[in-house]
């Protein structure tokens, strides 16, 4: 499983927009990348999924340059409900076994 | 809401006693993960099943069992508690061969 590397941590302020970048230099063809949301003492919850270039949903969009081996989270205009840690995850068809990293906890401030 | 329950929701037991978690995944969920989740870490991946058989572990001892029953509820077992069995343990359902995780909300295990 491609091992990935993200900040441990990042602040933000309210109405910004955050861009949390993940690298995964091993990623594999077959490999997606995928992106969950976790609030303390809940479990993680997915965001947004994508393979290549640009994906875009109602919460996020998630920027994946050609050569794959990094991506980006978007989060437009931040509020304090978007303090969390966020956890990006690269694996093939089989998401049950994933590898989740640290994460990085983004913190939202007033 | 992502369909999955877990119980209990938290639980405080002693080193060397044996605890069994409980998970129910909806309708569909036809492979379960469990993951342990210590304090200030990502979730580590322990065991997925699938029709009711081990699917792949990750590295934890043979003392983490767990079943799958037809009714896409489950369980995770610890046998022999040690301290640093304390975490948060998540369930998470899936369709076979997709790529998006549902999660319960977990299980918080304390062991004293």
């Known amino acids: 499983l491609a091992k990935t590397t993200q900040p441990i941590s990042m602040d933000s302020y309210e109405g910004q927009e955050v861009n949390i970048t993940c690298s995964h230099n091993n990623i594999a063809t077959n490999d997606y990348i995928t992106w969950y949301q976790q609030f303390p003492s809940q479990g993680p919850r997915f965001i947004i999924q994508?393979?290549?270039t640009k994906v875009t949903n109602e919460v996020a969009s998630l920027f994946i340059p050609a050569d794959r081996k990094s991506s980006t989270l978007s989060l437009p205009r931040v509020s304090l409900s978007d303090t969390a840690v966020y956890y990006c995850?690269?694996?093939?068809?089989?998401?049950?076994?994933?590898?989740f990293g640290d994460g990085t906890t983004l913190t939202v401030k007033p | 809401e992502t369909g999955v329950t877990q119980s209990p929701t938290h639980l405080i037991k002693t080193r060397g006693q044996q605890v069994t978690l409980r998970c129910s995944s909806q309708s569909g969920h036809n492979t379960v993960s469990w993951y342990q989740q210590a304090l200030g870490q990502g979730p580590q991946f322990i065991f997925q099943?699938?029709?009711?058989?081990?699917?792949g572990r990750g590295n934890f001892p043979p003392r983490f069992s767990g079943l799958q029953f037809p009714n896409y509820s489950s369980e995770l077992n610890v046998n022999a508690l040690e301290l640093d069995d304390s975490a948060l343990y998540l369930c998470?359902?899936?369709?076979?061969?997709?790529?998006?995780?549902?999660f319960g909300e977990g299980s918080r295990l304390t062991v004293l």
């Open positions: 995850l690269v694996g093939g068809s089989n998401a049950g076994k994933s590898t």
């Open positions: 994508g393979y290549k």
């Open positions: 099943y699938y029709r009711e058989e081990e699917n």
């Open positions: 998470a359902g899936a369709v076979a061969n997709t790529r998006e995780l549902f």
